[in-house]
């Protein structure tokens, strides 16, 4: 008979302990997740209205005097946010979406090159830096720069939209580079034993084939570029109007949630609840989307 | 006699380049430049930006101490003090959680379960960093200040002066660095997943043939064959943490003053410093004493994320472009 040793039932229950102590670490990780989302839903749903969306900034005007105990009449809304978040993270994937696509496609049907290896070092360099630093790259290069005028360039909306457009750049050449190596070579070898010249067949035969899976590249890419903050609080400097006009100030909806979090009016803390809502819902729906089509095509 | 006409180039395999071909080569290895040029470009213009600060001051005013630029005080050591400071904090509690949650979802998992909870663990990382510094100030100061900063403070901390008071509004060292382990988390639990799970099966089965517990199987075969690995994890959360700016820049308090004694006093970051004095700056001096600074942040999460992708080298992980 085998009998077992005599400290078994020790390392059993030692077992036991570290096992249920790596599900405890999983549950600890999903408590601030359940809490965060769940505060902004809660706080953030109260602050929804449609003077949220349709309004822009308004000066807290304490209704009754100052001494009715501060109750802000109309805090007003932040449309400026959202305008200004469409404007400038639009702009952003506009200039990032076409150079990462680009510049993956060189290193997907050129590979073994040493300039391959270089790009891939940069975009890893470039996606794992502080994204304050494209801020301050932007902020010294952009708007510090004098103009032909002789006044500097000084904050603007384009300004912001180059900042995001180099931190997604990253994302966009590798994701795009990891779809674009996903389809077989022997796609690309019936379009050329058609006499197809390889320009013709990447735009028409590869790129399609992909394109899915470069479409939830561009996703992530957008719901990164419009929770960033820090970039924006050194190029957009922000703006209480509505405004279309992209070498000016503008406002985006995380400045907004910044600037709302620290002011002294409880009113313009709902405002913050709120336009944190509004990322988050971004920010989320956009992955489910990518995770949702991720799956299909992992199913196919 | 070779036939004439389209066959006729089939003797000799000269490849054919096709017109068009060229300049898809140059176009698309002129946008794979650009790419590399953008790291260039940044280099390039923090090093001029901050030539006046490294001609004045030269590296020693990073442990100089008293940030009062009104009064020509460049001593960012309360900066640099902090920023390390939240970054360990972070680590310390984000480390071994991350890992623990990584070896729960690689090894221990049911299958059902597994993608969910991995793709719930990551969303943690996809929360914007303004939301988590918003949340941090209206519901984790508190919530930190009445459980722990205060009852921390006023038992042992009368005896320990890291751990004295007073606490005011809450915003201090110590809750920046819970934010930011909660915001590192996923880095690290991610990574370790992804690189335990590329352990090769027959250093379990040897440790389960010898007759291991599942937990002595994982601490003694797995962990140790993945552990390169799982460093770089944690020096890839270490580098998110020493460059994140918003959620320390609403939290941490910003006392720039000097070297906090304690670690539940408000402090301040190297990144919120930044961000917060570079478009107020007072002169060119002030400017570019920041932008040193920031050139400094980039060397140092430069040469982490340079040595971090070394270790994690191999690790299969799939399109994963947006996570760090």
Same mark, same amino acid.
């Given at each position: 008979?085998?009998?077992?040793?005599?400290?078994?039932?020790?390392?059993?229950? !030692?077992?036991?302990?570290?096992? $249920?102590?790596?599900?405890?670490?999983?549950?600890?990780?999903?408590?601030?997740?359940?809490?965060?989302?769940?505060?902004?839903?809660?706080?953030?749903?109260?602050?929804?209205?449609?003077?949220? !969306?349709?309004?822009?900034?308004?000066?807290?005007?304490? $209704?009754?005097?100052?001494?009715?105990?501060?109750?802000?009449?109309?805090?007003?809304?932040?449309?400026?946010?959202?305008?200004?978040?469409?404007?400038?993270?639009?702009?952003?994937?506009?200039?990032?979406?076409?150079?990462?696509?680009?510049?993956?496609?060189?290193?997907?049907?050129?590979?073994?090159?040493?300039?391959?290896?270089?790009?891939?070092?940069?975009?890893?360099?470039?996606?794992?830096?502080? $994204?304050?630093?494209?801020?301050?790259?932007?902020?010294?290069?952009?708007?510090?720069?004098?103009?032909?005028?002789?006044?500097?360039?000084? !904050?603007?909306?384009?300004?912001?939209?180059?900042?995001?457009?180099?931190?997604?750049?990253?994302?966009?050449?590798?994701?795009?580079?990891?779809?674009?190596?996903?389809?077989?070579?022997?796609?690309?070898?019936?379009?050329?034993?058609?006499?197809?010249?390889?320009?013709?067949?990447?735009?028409?035969?590869?790129?399609?084939?992909?394109?899915?899976?470069?479409?939830?590249?561009?996703?992530?890419?957008?719901?990164?570029?419009?929770?960033?903050?820090?970039?924006?609080?050194?190029?957009?400097?922000?703006?209480?109007?509505?405004?279309?006009?992209?070498?000016?100030?503008?406002?985006?909806?995380?400045?907004?949630?910044?600037?709302?979090?620290?002011?002294?009016?409880?009113?313009?803390?709902?405002?913050?609840?709120?336009?944190?809502?509004?990322?988050?819902?971004?920010?989320?729906?956009?992955?489910?989307?990518?995770?949702?089509?991720?799956?299909?095509?992992?199913?196919? | 006699?070779?036939?004439?006409?389209?066959?006729?180039?089939? *003797?000799?395999?000269?490849?054919?380049? *096709?017109?068009?071909?060229?300049?898809?080569?140059?176009?698309?290895?002129?946008?794979?430049?650009?790419?590399?040029? =953008?790291?260039?470009?940044?280099?390039?213009?923090?090093?001029?930006?901050?030539?006046?600060?490294?001609? *004045?001051?030269?590296?020693?005013?990073?442990?100089? %101490?008293?940030?009062?630029?009104?009064?020509?005080?460049?001593?960012?050591?309360?900066?640099?003090?902090?920023?390390?400071?939240?970054?360990?904090?972070?680590?310390?509690?984000?480390?071994?959680?991350?890992?623990?949650?990584?070896?729960?979802?690689?090894?221990?998992?049911?299958?059902?379960?597994?993608?969910?909870?991995?793709?719930?663990?990551?969303?943690?990382?996809?929360?914007?960093?303004?939301?988590?510094?918003?949340?941090?100030?209206?519901?984790?100061?508190?919530?930190?200040?009445?459980?722990?900063?205060?009852?921390?403070?006023?038992?042992?901390?009368?005896?320990?002066?890291? =751990?004295?008071?007073?606490?005011?509004?809450?915003?201090?060292?110590?809750?920046?660095?819970?934010?930011?382990?909660?915001?590192?988390?996923?880095?690290?639990?991610?990574?370790?997943?992804?690189?335990?799970?590329?352990?090769?099966?027959?250093?379990?089965?040897?440790?389960?043939?010898?007759?291991?517990?599942?937990?002595?199987?994982?601490?003694?075969?797995?962990?140790?064959?993945?552990?390169?690995?799982?460093?770089?994890?944690?020096?890839?959360?270490?580098?998110?943490?020493?460059?994140?700016?918003?959620?320390?820049?609403?939290?941490?308090?910003?006392?720039? %003053?000097?070297?906090?004694?304690?670690?539940?006093?408000?402090?301040?970051?190297?990144?919120?410093?930044?961000?917060?004095?570079?478009?107020?700056?007072?002169?060119?001096?002030?400017?570019?004493?920041?932008?040193?600074?920031?050139?400094?942040?980039?060397?140092?999460?430069?040469?982490?994320?340079?040595?971090?992708?070394?270790?994690?080298?191999?690790?299969?992980?799939?399109?994963?472009?947006?996570?760090?």
């Amino acid at each position: 008979m085998i009998s077992p040793a005599p400290n078994y039932r020790r390392r059993r229950m !030692f077992d036991r302990v570290m096992r $249920s102590m790596t599900v405890a670490a999983t549950i600890a990780a999903l408590v601030p997740l359940v809490l965060i989302i769940g505060y902004v839903l809660v706080r953030g749903l109260g602050a929804w209205s449609v003077d949220f !969306f349709t309004q822009s900034y308004q000066p807290p005007v304490v $209704s009754g005097g100052l001494s009715s105990g501060g109750e802000v009449a109309n805090a007003g809304g932040v449309l400026n946010g959202i305008i200004g978040t469409i404007l400038i993270v639009g702009t952003a994937m506009l200039i990032a979406t076409p150079i990462g696509i680009l510049a993956a496609i060189f290193l997907a049907e050129y590979p073994g090159n040493s300039v391959a290896t270089v790009v891939r070092f940069c975009t890893d360099v470039l996606s794992g830096a502080p $994204s304050i630093i494209v801020g301050v790259v932007v902020y010294y290069e952009i708007v510090r720069r004098i103009g032909a005028d002789g006044k500097p360039l000084g !904050f603007s909306g384009l300004a912001g939209s180059i900042a995001l457009a180099i931190l997604i750049i990253p994302i966009i050449t590798r994701t795009t580079e990891e779809m674009l190596k996903l389809v077989p070579n022997t796609t690309r070898e019936a379009a050329m034993a058609l006499g197809a010249p390889k320009w013709w067949l990447t735009f028409t035969v590869v790129l399609p084939t992909a394109l899915s899976g470069i479409a939830t590249g561009v996703l992530l890419a957008f719901a990164r570029a419009a929770g960033e903050t820090a970039p924006l609080l050194l190029t957009i400097l922000g703006n209480n109007q509505v405004s279309f006009n992209m070498l000016e100030p503008m406002a985006a909806l995380p400045l907004l949630t910044y600037k709302y979090t620290d002011t002294p009016f409880p009113a313009q803390n709902e405002l913050a609840w709120g336009t944190a809502l509004l990322l988050t819902v971004l920010v989320l729906t956009m992955n489910l989307l990518v995770r949702w089509a991720t799956s299909k095509r992992a199913g196919r | 006699m070779a036939p004439a006409g389209r066959l006729g180039n089939l *003797q000799g395999l000269r490849r054919r380049i *096709q017109h068009g071909d060229g300049i898809f080569w140059l176009v698309t290895l002129g946008f794979a430049l650009l790419v590399i040029s =953008l790291v260039g470009i940044i280099g390039i213009v923090m090093w001029n930006g901050s030539a006046d600060a490294r001609a *004045q001051f030269g590296l020693s005013f990073l442990w100089t %101490d008293g940030w009062d630029p009104v009064n020509g005080e460049y001593g960012a050591l309360p900066a640099i003090y902090g920023t390390l400071l939240t970054s360990a904090i972070a680590l310390l509690l984000a480390g071994p959680l991350g890992v623990f949650i990584g070896v729960f979802l690689s090894e221990l998992c049911p299958m059902r379960l597994r993608s969910s909870l991995s793709f719930l663990v990551e969303l943690l990382a996809a929360i914007p960093s303004v939301v988590y510094g918003m949340w941090g100030v209206f519901v984790l100061v508190p919530f930190f200040r009445t459980y722990i900063a205060r009852p921390i403070t006023s038992t042992i901390g009368k005896e320990i002066p890291f =751990l004295s008071g007073p606490v005011g509004s809450g915003r201090s060292l110590a809750v920046a660095g819970v934010i930011l382990a909660i915001m590192i988390l996923p880095t690290i639990a991610s990574i370790t997943r992804d690189v335990l799970a590329v352990v090769p099966n027959h250093q379990r089965e040897a440790m389960l043939a010898v007759g291991a517990t599942r937990w002595e199987m994982i601490r003694r075969s797995v962990l140790p064959y993945a552990q390169a690995g799982i460093i770089g994890g944690m020096m890839l959360g270490l580098g998110r943490a020493l460059g994140e700016t918003m959620a320390a820049l609403m939290i941490v308090g910003s006392y720039k %003053d000097s070297v906090p004694q304690s670690v539940f006093s408000p402090g301040i970051t190297a990144a919120a410093l930044v961000a917060s004095e570079l478009p107020n700056a007072n002169d060119f001096l002030h400017e570019s004493t920041l932008i040193l600074i920031a050139l400094v942040l980039f060397g140092i999460t430069f040469l982490l994320n340079g040595a971090a992708r070394l270790l994690v080298w191999r690790t299969a992980r799939g399109p994963a472009g947006a996570r760090a």
